[in-house]
């Protein structure tokens, strides 16, 4: 893995392996593509989880189901914390993505660009905070967290709901980074 | 989970008694079903074709689960190995256990020559992805079983 610092930049993410081509696509490989939305905008990484289409259709439904619900969780508080867990993970290609779809909903630049040069959040306000610690030890050390998590978030107001939206978006990046991270290599895009 | 229960809800089965799945599932219906049919599809397709054989998805999955760490988990699926497989493990598993710990412990540290040395030791570019994703998707899974103890109630 490239081991270049944590970034805002618009990375490219190469594979280890032969991606799949588009054009020596079969049917399952198509529809797996499609429902990744991989057909019309490239993505060398989904034409390398293309290898194994069933898997890949099957994890596109709960992703974006995950990612990209508009009820509960906010859309850019999801992104933050999608942005934590690869932040906390080293997924400086996750975090460059999720960090900058987090300030393009609204979020602060500040905020993030803060958190990508220390992971300290003892200066941000408490519900990011409460957010970005929730990721950190669903990722660290996820045989811990119980009751007492559920009530550290309650009390910067987030709902049942958001709790629950909160868990998905989290564990789901776990998914996302490691197949990130243990699939190919990323480096600085250049036009 | 009720055993009944645990057949619907697949994904769940390794749940800590005490937490209300019903409860949480009816919060996000879409979600949970989505998550049932990744584990079907993931530890036990229909057809596994030319991939990864049920017995290779159990071991890989077990693996994950104890490095997460999940211990509930990963007794799930080593049950669901034990039904499928008998006697030694084959050679290719002791290579997948060393991919595993990497995917699972340390992705950060992981290179293009993790990868090249379960090709070069014959594994398809299909079941290299296949292995990749069921990992990961019990990286996901035994998180989110974590996860729901948020809920717990006392077990009396």
Redo the contacts between chains.
């Keep these: 893995?490239a081991k270049i610092p944590f970034t805002l930049e618009v990375l490219k993410w190469r594979p280890?392996?032969?991606a799949v081509k588009l054009e020596e696509a079969d049917e399952a490989q198509m529809n797996a593509l499609k429902a990744a939305g991989a057909v019309t905008r490239d993505s060398p990484y989904f034409r390398?989880?293309a290898?194994?289409p069933?898997?890949?259709s099957?994890?596109m439904?709960?992703y974006n189901?995950?990612v990209y619900?508009r009820e509960?969780l906010s859309r850019a508080e999801r992104e933050f914390s999608m942005f934590a867990v690869s932040r906390v993970?080293?997924?400086v290609y996750c975090a460059a993505i999720h960090g900058r779809r987090f300030i393009e909903l609204g979020g602060s630049a500040d905020v993030i660009n803060a958190l990508l040069a220390s992971d300290d959040t003892s200066e941000l306000e408490p519900r990011l905070a409460a957010i970005f610690e929730f990721a950190r030890k669903?990722?660290v050390q996820?045989?811990s967290?119980?009751?007492e998590?559920?009530e550290a978030?309650q009390r910067v107001g987030l709902s049942?709901?958001e709790?629950?939206?909160l868990?998905?978006a989290?564990?789901?990046f776990?998914?996302?980074?490691?197949?990130m991270?243990?699939?190919g290599?990323y480096e600085v895009a250049t036009v | 989970m009720t055993e009944v229960e645990a057949m619907v809800h697949p994904a769940l089965r390794a749940l800590d008694e005490g937490v209300d799945a019903e409860a949480l599932i009816a919060m996000r219906p879409k979600t949970y079903a989505a998550f049932d049919a990744v584990d079907d599809a993931y530890v036990r397709p229909a057809d596994v074709a030319d991939g990864l054989s049920l017995a290779a998805r159990a071991f890989v999955a077990w693996k994950a689960a104890e490095l997460v760490p999940n211990a509930r988990l990963a007794a799930v699926f080593k049950q669901e190995l034990d039904a499928v497989h008998a006697g030694d493990e084959p050679a290719a598993w002791v290579l997948f256990a060393k991919h595993i710990a990497m995917m699972v412990k340390s992705p950060a540290a992981a290179s293009k020559s993790d990868v090249d040395a379960l090709l070069a030791a014959g594994v398809s570019l299909k079941q290299l992805v296949e292995l990749a994703q069921i990992v990961a998707y019990v990286t996901y899974q035994a998180r989110v079983l974590h996860g729901m103890r948020m809920w717990q109630k006392e077990v009396r």
């Design positions: 893995m280890w392996v032969p390398t989880l290898h194994a069933e898997a890949l099957a994890r439904a709960l189901d995950i619900s509960g993970n080293g997924c669903i990722t996820p045989e967290v119980g009751p998590d559920h978030l049942e709901a709790c629950l939206d868990l998905h989290t564990s789901m776990s998914w996302a980074n490691t197949l991270m243990t699939l290599d």
